[in-house]
């Protein structure tokens, strides 16, 4: 079994900065990526940023250029550094890890616990 606990979000007014940590612990042997996902209310789960194999970054057309995904292995920790945040950031953001070819929180459907808040004012 795996568990990922998110922190980090919080409220805060738009052009600001967070950065959302993720802790990663159980079955991990088989990690070989990290990602953040996010979702809004009224839309659907989409994904932020994914890291695979500690060098291959894939960002969201919405978010390149201002958040940052990183991961520390030894730890089993990873990160989501968010600059210049605008109130379309605003959403339930959830860590996730790829355990071979699969992807542990995208592969479960309903709910996916509390994840980090992140809200965005104008």
């Known amino acids: 079994q795996v568990q990922l606990v998110e922190s980090g979000g919080g409220l805060v007014q738009a052009g600001e900065s967070l950065r959302l940590s993720c802790a990663a612990s159980?079955?991990?042997?088989?990690?070989?990526?990290v990602a953040w996902r996010r979702e809004a209310p009224g839309k659907q789960r989409e994904l932020v940023a994914a890291?695979?194999?500690?060098?291959?970054?894939n960002y969201a057309d919405s978010v390149k250029g201002r958040f940052t995904i990183s991961g520390d292995t030894a730890k089993n920790t990873h990160y989501l550094q968010m600059n210049d945040l605008k109130p379309e950031d605003t959403a339930v953001y959830y860590c996730?890890?790829?355990?071979?070819?699969?992807?542990?929180?995208?592969?479960?459907?309903?709910?996916w616990g509390r994840g980090t808040q992140v809200t965005v004012s104008s």
């Open positions: 890291l695979l194999g500690g060098r291959i970054t």
């Open positions: 159980g079955n991990l042997n088989r990690m070989n990526g």
């Open positions: 996730d890890v790829r355990l071979g070819g699969v992807w542990f929180r995208a592969s479960r459907s309903g709910d």
